[in-house]
């Protein structure tokens, strides 16, 4: 193949002056960092296969081997650079563990980047391919699943026992001519009708389509906004709030050997203090809470009433500590599934449902008897500003019903996973360096909205809560349930077989 010059790269016109009128029967091949993604590094997630599935000191790794990276890939050659980012992050790990995070996990943060204009010309084509350096493992389900393309070619791990070596299969990483050549490989002596590229090493497979156009860099440009999404993100996991750039995966941990330790005191004040004196403790420890609304007085038991039963959306599974917290008493707590760590160090009780719905409501009408209690009727936690569909058990046993909108705030780290160890969850909470909980109490449900006086069916009941808490929040009400989150993210149903150890499994 004759060489590639930069003035050759020039002549390519930019993707702006594409039209996208009219594409439906076009073929179009992008390349992926640059082109379909405004940022034109792969680091952060690589970063993020390095954190989710080695942990701490992977990240590591990873972070002291960048700069050889970076040197290689400017100075020698671009696919020695990224030979050197995924031995540095996948060596070693298990091949269907690299694969669970490219579909739990950076969905998330690829979707945030997605380029506007190469995205009008690639979703405008009625076959879509994407040529990337990448390893194909990695960026193959958001490409498919978010992007809806046809093919995906990219760099192939090479694995021995179903792990990753760290080396790559022949023909090597998919750069410059490589690229070119399975393009060839892959249509033959037909062309693609649209070429999109960023760099200099594309310029080799864009000279084989019928129509090549550049992405130039522009870092101000503003990515596709989540309306516009092909598709809704509403499920994801993985510890990292921020993407891991070079900056925030250094401050990440640098942070750690800080973070931990406060968050084992912050854990500590909230399990062994008076309820009354952990509002101010977390204070203290710049955990901030913030209390909407008025709270209703605690049940008279000497009088017979009934407790009341908090009616609560689900952010992590410490939403009925933060409840118990605002309203200055512990309140027990009916759960889905938690690990046993967490039932250890919580300071409210908590009554795991077995899921028969004659043993459940029997518990929860005797738990009732006792005093207030808090459930969290969608089963499994959101993330995202999108409420899951409400279980409709609870209207049906009690009409002192009182719905509470909770939301929170974390700079670093989730206390949430699908995938991982359940009980490391307030750890990763309290480890943000200012974590925020916000409760808001909600008006008790009028007598003639419920079952029992108002004569309403339960699951109308319970639609009306979620509509309510949902237009407290500004959030979107939606059907998906705990499954649907965890065949998305786990590969399987979220529940816990008796025979398992429910450590690994949760809200």
Request: with cysteine.
């Amino acid at each position: 193949m004759a060489n590639i010059s930069t003035n050759t790269i020039a002549t390519f016109p930019p993707v702006e002056k594409c039209n996208s009128i009219g594409r439906e029967n076009h073929t179009v091949v992008a390349d992926m960092d640059g082109t379909l993604l405004i940022g034109r590094s792969s680091f952060p997630y690589f970063a993020l296969i390095a954190f989710e599935v080695g942990g701490f000191l992977r990240l590591l790794f990873f972070l002291l081997a960048s700069p050889l990276a970076a040197i290689l890939y400017y100075f020698v050659s671009e696919s020695a650079g990224i030979q050197v980012l995924i031995f540095a992050s996948m060596a070693g790990m298990r091949l269907s563990s690299i694969e669970s995070v490219a579909r739990a996990v950076l969905p998330k943060f690829y979707s945030g980047d997605l380029h506007p204009e190469t995205w009008r010309v690639f979703s405008s084509c009625g076959r879509r391919y994407v040529l990337t350096a990448n390893p194909r493992v990695m960026v193959e389900p958001f490409l498919k699943e978010m992007l809806g393309a046809d093919i995906v070619l990219g760099t192939e791990l090479e694995s021995y026992k179903g792990r990753a070596t760290g080396f790559v299969c022949k023909p090597g990483v998919l750069v410059g001519k490589n690229k070119a050549d399975v393009l060839k490989k892959t249509f033959g002596d037909e062309k693609p009708d649209i070429g999109l590229g960023d760099r200099l090493t594309d310029a080799p497979f864009m000279s084989l389509c019928k129509e090549a156009y550049i992405v130039p860099p522009k870092p101000q440009v503003k990515a596709v906004t989540s309306e516009k999404l092909p598709k809704p993100i509403i499920f994801h996991d993985g510890r990292l709030v921020q993407k891991p750039t070079p900056l925030n995966a250094l401050l990440t941990l640098l942070w750690i050997p800080l973070g931990f330790p406060l968050a084992c005191l912050r854990i500590a004040a909230g399990s062994l203090l008076p309820m009354p004196l952990v509002y101010y403790a977390f204070w203290a420890l710049g955990v901030r809470v913030t209390i909407k609304g008025t709270p209703p007085p605690p049940a008279n038991k000497s009088s017979g009433q009934s407790g009341v039963l908090f009616i609560c959306s689900h952010r992590t599974l410490l939403d009925p500590i933060f409840l118990s917290t605002a309203l200055g008493r512990p309140i027990p707590a009916v759960t889905y599934s938690v690990s046993r760590l967490s039932e250890i160090i919580s300071p409210i009780k908590t009554v795991r449902l077995s899921r028969d719905r004659a043993t459940d409501a029997s518990m929860i009408k005797k738990l009732l008897q006792e005093g207030d209690l808090a459930i969290c009727p969608e089963g499994t936690t959101c993330r995202e500003p999108f409420l899951l569909r409400f279980s409709a058990l609870f209207a049906e046993l009690t009409d002192e019903l009182v719905p509470v909108a909770m939301v929170n705030r974390m700079s670093m780290f989730h206390g949430t996973t699908a995938r991982g160890w359940k009980g490391m969850d307030p750890f990763y909470f309290f480890m943000n360096p200012s974590p925020a909980y916000e409760v808001t109490f909600l008006n008790k449900l009028p007598k003639d909205l419920t079952c029992g006086s108002g004569g309403k069916m339960s699951i109308d009941v319970a639609n009306y809560i979620q509509r309510l808490i949902a237009a407290t929040l500004s959030y979107e009400c939606t059907n998906f349930t705990r499954k649907d989150k965890y065949k998305a993210l786990a590969g399987n149903d979220g529940t816990v077989p008796l025979h398992k150890n429910p450590i690994l499994m949760g809200c």
